[in-house]
């Protein structure tokens, strides 16, 4: 991660009998004026965009602007990992809407994944994380990565791992001064960085869409291609809503949509954490939100274009025998196709793009 220096500033206030940092890592805007970290983690919680429905905080672990700061520094700091060139926002990118735009990611010292990177945004909305849903929270899952010798780590074993990330992140100063801020101790614990991260992630949203502003009466806010393929998602004949629904356009089910089944050994997914037969070629759906900055497609990334996309769910997916009955071939014109992906277009939208990486981190 490349920190630009020019526009480096950090501020310490040291306030009289107590260990208060007030550490602005945040870039300058074009007037030469530092937007106040007030702004980018109001006292309140995030603000909802237009859609959207109010987060669910955890009741342990609630919401402090100071919390979702310490969790943005943690999110962006290459220094979770072990030889410190990989943090969670190699691979969840503000660039590419919190995902990587590679078909499988890549992690500490070039080692491949085998899935996809999916966008953290709106994963706030869901309790199951990852494609075959393994982790039962975001604090479960943000201890994942650090663990993982593909992603973070050279530590074969996962409580080295977390033992050794904490002692780099516990040798910074303003880290131990911002965690005792958070959670009143200094020897902080992985849960808590953990904690820290999801409590951040769950400020990354999107809404506002052409597609909420039309919802909310606007009707010039989609095109009439987008209507057209508005009504053909929300169809009878395409059903993309009997799993994408909801305000962050997934039901947080299961299904084996057909993707990678026609492999010699596909992944199992679901399957894989529950061993029920009906779970086999299962994966999360996915929400669909900013789904046509975040390609290529599927757990796989082995679908490159929104086009593409279409024209698997036109053919019914690829036959196997645990395949979801909603899948079938739909029989799309060319111009349906067009529309359909145009829809998806309008479901690009905002409540991400304020959270840039820090200009500068904990020292
Ligand atoms: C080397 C790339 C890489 C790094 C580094 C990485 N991730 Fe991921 N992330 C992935 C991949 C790939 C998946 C999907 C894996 C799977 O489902 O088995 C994933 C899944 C997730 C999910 C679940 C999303 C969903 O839709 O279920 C979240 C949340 C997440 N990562 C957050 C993080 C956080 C927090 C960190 C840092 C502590 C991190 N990631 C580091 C590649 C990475
Ligand atoms: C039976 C449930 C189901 C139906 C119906 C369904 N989807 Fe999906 N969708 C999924 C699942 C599950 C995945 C992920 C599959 C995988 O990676 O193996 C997915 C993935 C996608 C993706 C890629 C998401 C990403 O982040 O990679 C898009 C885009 C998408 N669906 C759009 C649609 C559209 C458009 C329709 C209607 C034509 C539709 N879906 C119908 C369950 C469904």
Not at 201 to 206: A, G, K, N, T, W
Not at 225 to 254: E, K, V
């Amino acid at each position: 991660m490349r920190i630009s220096t020019g526009v480096r500033l950090v501020i310490f206030v040291a306030a009289i009998g107590s260990t208060t940092v007030a550490a602005n890592f945040i870039s300058q805007d074009k007037k030469g004026k530092t937007p106040q970290t007030a702004s980018l983690f109001p006292k309140d919680g995030p603000k909802i965009p237009l859609g959207l429905v109010p987060i669910l905080w955890p009741d342990d672990n609630a919401y402090t602007p100071e919390k979702a700061e310490l969790g943005w520094l943690l999110f962006f700091d290459p220094r979770l990992s072990s030889d410190s060139t990989v943090s969670c926002a190699s691979c969840h990118a503000p660039a590419f809407a919190f995902a990587d735009g590679q078909p499988v990611s890549t992690g500490i010292k070039g080692h491949k994944g085998g899935r996809s990177a999916p966008s953290v945004i709106n994963r706030g909305y869901g309790a199951l994380q990852f494609w075959d849903g393994r982790a039962a929270s975001l604090e479960v899952q943000a201890k994942g990565p650090i663990a993982n010798t593909i992603e973070m780590t050279n530590e074969k074993d996962a409580a080295k791992a977390h033992a050794t990330c904490l002692e780099r992140l516990r040798s910074v100063k303003e880290y131990r001064q911002l965690f005792k801020k958070v959670f009143g101790v200094e020897d902080f614990t992985i849960d808590q960085v953990a904690q820290a991260i999801a409590t951040f992630e769950r400020c990354v949203l999107s809404g506002n869409s052409p597609y909420d502003k039309f919802k909310a009466g606007d009707k010039s806010a989609l095109t009439e291609s987008q209507q057209r393929g508005f009504s053909i998602f929300f169809s009878n004949n395409a059903r993309c809503d009997s799993c994408h629904d909801g305000s962050a356009l997934t039901t947080n089910q299961f299904a084996n949509i057909g993707i990678g089944m026609d492999k010699p050994s596909p992944d199992w997914g679901r399957f894989n954490v529950t061993k029920r037969e009906d779970d086999k070629g299962a994966f999360k759906t996915p929400g669909l939100r900013e789904i046509a900055r975040t390609g290529p497609y599927m757990h796989d990334g082995s679908l490159k274009t929104l086009e593409d996309v279409v024209e698997h769910y036109d053919k019914g997916g690829i036959k196997n025998q645990w395949l979801h009955q909603d899948i079938r071939p739909l029989k799309l014109s060319k111009q349906d196709k067009t529309d359909l992906v145009a829809f998806l277009h309008a479901l690009n939208g905002e409540g991400w793009q304020q959270f840039k990486a820090p200009v500068a981190f904990p020292k």
